[in-house]
Antibody, heavy 120, light 109 residues
Framework: EVQLVESGGVVVQPGGSLRLSCAASGFTFDDYTMHWVRQAPGKGLEWVSLISWDGGSTYYADSVKGRFTISRDNSKNSLYLQMNSLRTEDTALYYC?????????????WGQGTLVTVSS | DIQMTQSPSSLSASVGDRVTITCQASQDISNYLNWYQQKPGKAPKLLIYDASNLETGVPSRFSGSGSGTDFTFTISSLQPEDIATYYCQQYDNLPPESTFGPGTKVDIK
């Protein structure tokens, strides 16, 4: 059974830093591109970042470019999101999601999310 | 950046009704369009990928169509368990990026 379990969400002050983790199981982790998607409270979905299967390619939404860094450790079946210079507008539930085997950018499995609150 | 619009923003229909949601892209995205269902307190679920392909295990009452800038998502016979918010998602590879539509909330009348 595919499982994605996020962790690391906390309350942090504006300007602070945070590292989110996503532990993957039930599939061959290093075969797939992985993504982070976020959802502000009561709002819609926003794609945040992707990392290729080998970590060699990373891409970001303009809203987080230069502040967030995505990474992965295939030996640990884990995905990470380093978040720096946090802003109140980064407050959201952060999901990790797996690319589908059928089509890139189709997210067939999602975690339950980890909540990041940026507030003073 | 490609912008996505969805309509309606919400709808109320009876069990057994045919429900249609539209999604429009600000420029041609070919068939790079997916549909997700999100129930309250849950993660989104992939229903349709590449505009018209039904994800494995998803009931056949769900379907999608369209290409270019205009896309349609249909529930052929609304069921009580279909109460959710539905999102379209476009993606591009040059440069790699993705945008979700604002969502359509579906309720039972």
């Amino acid at each position: 059974e595919v499982q994605l379990v996020e962790s690391g969400g906390v309350v942090v002050q504006p300007g602070g830093s945070l590292r989110l983790s996503c532990a993957a199981s039930g599939f061959t982790f290093d075969d797939y591109t992985m993504h982070w998607v976020r959802q502000a409270p009561g709002k819609g979905l926003e794609w945040v970042s992707l990392i290729s299967w080998d970590g060699g390619s990373t891409y970001y939404a303009d809203s987080v470019k230069g502040r967030f860094t995505i990474s992965r450790d295939n030996s640990k079946n884990s995905l990470y999101l380093q978040m720096n210079s946090l802003r109140t507008e980064d407050t959201a539930l952060y999901y990790c999601a797996k690319d589908s085997a059928s089509s890139s950018w189709s997210f067939d499995y999602w975690g339950q999310g980890t909540l990041v609150t940026v507030s003073s | 950046d490609i912008q996505m619009t969805q309509s309606p923003s919400s709808l109320s229909a009876s069990v057994g009704d045919r429900v249609t949601i539209t999604c429009q892209a600000s420029q041609d995205i070919s068939n790079y369009l997916n549909w997700y269902q999100q129930k309250p307190g849950k993660a989104p679920k992939l229903l349709i990928y590449d505009a018209s392909n039904l994800e494995t295990g998803v009931p056949s009452r769900f379907s999608g169509s369209g290409s270019g800038t205009d896309f349609t998502f249909t529930i052929s016979s609304l069921q009580p368990e279909d109460i959710a918010t539905y999102y379209c998602q476009q993606y591009d590879n040059l440069p790699p990026e993705s945008t979700f539509g604002p969502g359509t909330k579906v309720d039972i009348k």
